[in-house]
């Protein structure tokens, strides 16, 4: 079995880095620090440019505009155009008082989808996962508990689905057309760790980011097989994205939060043997 090793990117260390994207249009990564309630873009020639919010954010989506994106925060979803922001849909509806969005990504057709989770002290753990279509939020799997990692297959016929609180992956049945996902089953589980973000590459192989193991797993969707593992220098783990003109490095966010590791909360990058693909961006 392949062993990679994933090198530090800077030794600038982040609360909780999640979210990472590489939007080949504009040849910018981004991910977000969803304590410090931060959008950070690295620009082609390594500039990196901050954009504040006033609370908690999940994910931030590279949108159909090149340059702007939409962001899961805590009480709605957020346009950022590249200069301002701007609520697009209010989520106050929805959520309870103590949930806050987690991870999101626009599935092929362009709708985003994202998880809540619970937070607060005494606080069960809770949340659902959803999908926004021009400002219609549909519910599509209740009683999740930590709503993490989405991918979709190449021929869009399947949706990949990482709860974190129960260990496993689950692979769904996706209609195109519609939205819709059915028949879900249990493809991956992981006892040695959680299951956070994920990615998919060119052969429809999942790239999950494991919390708590020091890893990324490369995994068939297929079978749920291992087949190969990236070693992270970091305890927590949290997501993972192509990037590069050809799409065959890894860019990885990792969690700090109360860490005290020399990597901890640290973005890292590996060269691997495979090629992703170019997010789907999310419809405004």
């Not at 908690?56 to 994106?69: L, R, T």
């Amino acid at each position: 079995m392949k062993t990679y090793q994933a090198e530090p990117f800077g030794l600038a260390k982040y609360l909780l880095g999640e979210s990472p994207f590489y939007d080949p249009r504009t040849k910018c990564r981004s991910f977000v620090d969803i304590i410090a309630g931060k959008l950070y873009i690295i620009e082609a020639g390594g500039l990196m440019k901050q954009v504040d919010f006033d609370q908690k954010i999940g994910a931030a989506v590279p949108a159909e505009k090149a340059g702007s994106y939409l962001v899961a925060a805590a009480d709605g979803l957020y346009v950022y155009d590249g200069k301002e922001i701007s609520l697009n849909r209010s989520l106050k509806d929805i959520y309870e008082t103590y949930h806050r969005s987690n991870d999101a990504k626009a599935d092929p057709a362009g709708r985003l989808w994202f998880g809540s989770m619970a937070e607060g002290e005494g606080i069960e753990p809770s949340g659902d996962l959803y999908r926004n279509e021009h400002g219609r939020v549909a519910l599509m799997q209740p009683d999740t508990i930590i709503a993490n990692g989405m991918a979709w297959s190449a021929d869009r016929t399947k949706f990949y689905f990482a709860d974190s609180e129960y260990h496993a992956v689950f692979v769904y049945d996706y209609d195109f057309e519609t939205g819709n996902i059915t028949n879900r089953t249990e493809l991956i589980h992981i006892e040695d760790g959680v299951p956070d973000g994920m990615c998919i590459d060119s052969e429809d192989n999942l790239w999950i980011a494991v919390w708590g193991g020091r890893r990324i797993e490369k995994r068939s969707s297929e079978t749920g097989e291992l087949l190969a593992i990236v070693e992270v220098p970091a305890e927590h783990v949290t997501s993972c994205c192509f990037f590069g003109d050809s799409f065959d490095e890894l860019f990885i966010t990792t969690s700090g939060n109360e860490l005290s590791g020399d990597y901890d909360g640290c973005l890292f990058t590996c060269k691997v043997d495979e090629k992703g693909l170019a997010p789907d961006y999310a419809m405004i």
